[in-house]
């Protein structure tokens, strides 16, 4: 298909979701994504959030999406039993097991999410699982993010959190921690990525 008629850009963002419009919420929301797009081109932050011009959007990656819903299954098995999954045995991670909480599925829900308000933004954003070692005093968090990969390549810290590309996994775990402790929660400073 060939476009031969030129249109003016319009808004892709309804008043409410604009920074600034007497239709904005208060505290007015920014996910994890916007706070990374901020990071990545705060002009293009503004222009999205108070302008309403977002990007072209892309299409969206199924496989990741897939893996993402077959983990979450697997754990919820053991979430419910409160014995460590098979992977954290073999990772020496046997001392853990997921987090069974009343709020796990909304923290784990895109557009609900675990959300904390600060000077009249609130952030939020949805983690994919938090697992938990201890009782009581001892009781540590650890949140967890599900990745997907095609590569051949040896898994190292260096090829996955060190790589220009790959610094928003860093800031995305330290995003849900922050909103996780914001709220009061035991959240150790360690994190996982379960590949």
Not at 138 to 148: A, N, Q
Not at 166 to 190: C, D, F, N, T
Request: hydrophobic share 35%; glycine share 8%; charged share 25%.
């Amino acid at each position: 298909m060939v476009t031969t008629k030129r249109r003016k850009w319009r808004r892709r963002s309804t008043e409410k979701s604009m920074y600034g419009t007497l239709k904005a919420p208060n505290p007015f929301p920014i996910s994890r994504s916007r706070l990374e797009k901020f990071h990545s081109c705060p002009r293009c932050f503004w222009i999205d959030r108070v302008m309403g011009y977002d990007r072209p959007g892309m299409p969206g990656f199924l496989l990741n999406t897939l893996v993402d819903t077959l983990l979450k299954r697997e754990f919820d098995i053991h979430r419910e039993n409160g014995t460590p999954h098979p992977y954290m045995i073999e990772n020496k991670l046997d001392h853990m097991v997921p987090l069974n909480h009343p709020m796990m599925n909304i923290w784990r829900e895109n557009f609900k999410g675990v959300r904390a308000t600060k000077h009249g933004i609130m952030i939020t954003g949805a983690v994919d699982d938090i697992w938990k070692s201890g009782e009581g005093d001892t009781e540590e968090w650890y949140v967890v993010d599900y990745k997907s990969t095609a590569t051949n390549a040896t898994i190292t810290p260096k090829l996955f959190l060190e790589d220009i590309y790959k610094g928003g996994y860093v800031r995305q775990m330290a995003i849900y921690q922050w909103l996780l402790r914001e709220l009061g929660h035991p959240v150790s400073m360690r994190g996982f990525f379960v590949y």
